[in-house]
């Protein structure tokens, strides 16, 4: 039988995506695998599909990039009452408080949530960009914006939230992996839990509408067939856990994926396709060719397109790489290292077993033998237009053109 907890715990929005199986909507991808695999039924995610599959994406909107970003601040400052973004220091939500604050619109709140108590031996090394250190983002990355919002933005709050805390004092079972959308440590479901602070649950109860913005994300591209494409994947668009448990006024926002201001992910799309097709840059098109599953491309990818995408955001700013699974994620590598022996960090094995159990293998992805999170879906691929032959650019300059 399946444990639906979506009633009880999460704010059912269509903006975030959402699975169909059979005839039957989820809005947690665990209770969808979890049905698929009852019902023999092979899900099918849905992210805003009906808007995004009318768009023109071949059509570069006029605006510029600066200027679709202080629109959608503006959008979600005139649509509710108290805004708070999740910060983390990278170039996504840098680039989202930037495009209020710069534009002389009002930010309520920005929060970096740090696990204080888990710090020990993990972090403040500059030089080690591993995910495992993500926690020496706080001190080089998200410290020095913060103390800028601080001086130069005094009615905007900082909120730093030591979730590690919540995470060592706080009864549950295993179920408390139901609770997350495809990230599955602890750490995850825990700092992100919109309602998790008493200060924030307060801020609730006062029945004003709150946005919680996440700076999700950059676009997601490929080439295949001589086109470019952009696409969405649920594993971005799950990042964000809805747990509001009842209360209505709550809710999430992502930056830029959103369906109500489209030309954002379309203008970014063109951007980056533009800087590849340029000449000196077209050897650079194969981190793009489909299909393309690789760590190590996707991160060179980003690190090339937030300068072009993120023009007021610094590139030498301080940032690890991205996490390769959901299950043991370095992210929360100092989880592991300082607290393997606590009932919470058995618990978290317990929860993740517990997927395995219950949903059949074939949604899983394997490493070494075993299961680390679950398989991603995609959006339809939406054409932003062709692409350079590879054939077509090696016979196009011969070698001694370039000498003579």
Request: proline content about 5%.
């Amino acid at each position: 039988m399946t444990i639906d907890l979506t009633e009880k715990y999460f704010k059912k929005d269509p903006k975030l995506g959402f699975y169909t199986v059979g005839d039957r909507i989820h809005y947690i991808k665990s209770q969808a695998l979890i049905e698929a695999t009852q019902t023999n039924q092979f899900p099918h995610w849905n992210f805003n599909n009906d808007i995004f599959g009318m768009l023109d994406w071949a059509t570069e909107p006029a605006d510029d990039i600066r200027e679709l970003y202080r629109q959608r601040a503006q959008q979600l400052r005139d649509r509710y009452d108290w805004i708070r973004v999740e910060a983390s220091g990278g170039g996504d939500s840098t680039t989202a408080i930037f495009s209020f604050l710069l534009n002389g619109i009002h930010l309520d709140e920005v929060v970096f949530r740090y696990p204080s108590k888990g710090e020990k031996d993990v972090t403040d090394n500059p030089h080690d960009t591993r995910p495992e250190n993500t926690l020496s983002e706080f001190r080089f990355a998200a410290k020095p914006l913060l103390q800028w919002i601080e001086k130069n933005y005094p009615k905007t709050k900082i909120t730093i939230h030591d979730y590690s805390e919540f995470i060592l004092d706080c009864d549950f079972d295993d179920t408390w992996v139901l609770k997350g959308k495809d990230y599955f440590q602890i750490a995850h479901v825990f700092k992100h839990d919109p309602i998790g602070m008493n200060e924030h649950r307060k801020l609730a109860d006062t029945g004003r509408e709150i946005c919680v913005l996440y700076g999700i994300d950059k676009p997601k591209m490929c080439i295949k067939d001589n086109k470019w494409y952009l696409y969405f994947l649920d594993l971005q668009a799950n990042h964000s856990n809805p747990v509001t448990e009842g209360y209505t006024n709550i809710s999430i926002e992502y930056f830029y994926w959103t369906a109500d201001l489209p030309a954002i992910p379309q203008k970014q799309a063109h951007i980056i396709r533009n800087w590849f097709m340029r000449h000196e840059n077209q050897h650079l098109q194969y981190l793009l060719r489909w299909p393309n599953s690789s760590i190590s491309n996707r991160t060179t990818y980003e690190q090339i397109v937030k300068p072009l995408i993120y023009p007021d955001y610094d590139p030498q700013t301080f940032q690890t790489a991205k996490p390769t699974n959901s299950f043991y994620n370095e992210m929360d590598h100092w989880f592991a290292v300082n607290f393997s022996e606590s009932d919470a960090y058995k618990k978290q094995l317990a929860g993740q077993q517990l997927l395995v159990d219950m949903i059949d293998s074939k949604y899983f992805n394997y490493e070494l033998g075993r299961p680390v999170g679950f398989v991603g879906f995609l959006s339809p691929f939406y054409c932003i237009g062709d692409a350079t032959p590879a054939k077509e650019r090696m016979i196009k300059v011969k070698i001694q053109d370039r000498f003579e």
